[in-house]
């Protein structure tokens, strides 16, 4: 089944979101080379692609686990909750409806 994935930053936290990204985004791939990932990316502060130092304010992934349990395990794992940049994570089931 699919999850909602929806986190929120810590304020203050873009440096160690930049530290980590490396690390965040290996995990993502991993998931997008077993097929189990639709999509993933971060939520600009402000209105723009490229929100510089106003930085993000959390991060949404949709992807495919066994479980809630085994989606809200693997996002509890996710490097960006042990930097602290996540003050909170969301898991909820999702189900596409479109496209």
């Given at each position: 089944m699919?999850?909602?994935i929806v986190a929120e930053d810590n304020p203050g936290t873009l440096a160690q979101r930049r530290a980590v990204r490396p690390?965040?985004?290996?995990?993502l791939e991993?998931?997008?080379?077993?097929?189990?990932?639709v999509?993933?990316?971060p939520m600009p502060a402000i209105d723009s692609?490229?929100?510089g130092e106003a930085g993000f304010i959390g991060s949404a992934i949709?992807?495919?686990f066994d479980s809630l349990e085994a989606a809200e395990?693997?996002?509890q794992q996710d490097p960006y909750v042990a930097a602290?940049?996540?003050r909170s994570v969301t898991v909820r089931p999702y189900i596409r409806a479109l496209p």
């Open positions: 699919l999850y909602l690390e965040h985004l290996g995990r991993e998931l997008q080379q077993q097929g189990r990932l999509l993933a990316g692609p490229d929100p949709v992807a495919e395990a693997w996002a602290g940049v996540y």
